[in-house]
């Protein structure tokens, strides 16, 4: 990025831009997570109600 030979203004903006679109993705990628985490916790929650209780199948 140095070869460019861009205005040191153009170029602090540029890198700000790219870090706060890196950060952007970053938390898209923990929110995903996070939902997945969600998810799972709530199907065992509804498979250990299964388990301990054989009338909730018939429920679903």
Do not use: G, V
């Amino acid at each position: 990025m140095a070869d460019l030979k861009l205005p040191p203004l153009l170029m602090i903006a540029c890198l700000r831009i790219w870090n706060l679109a890196a950060l952007l993705s970053s938390i898209r990628k923990s929110t995903s997570l996070l939902k997945m985490a969600l998810t799972a916790t709530r199907i065992s929650k509804t498979q250990h109600r299964a388990f301990s209780n054989p009338s909730f199948i018939t429920h679903l």
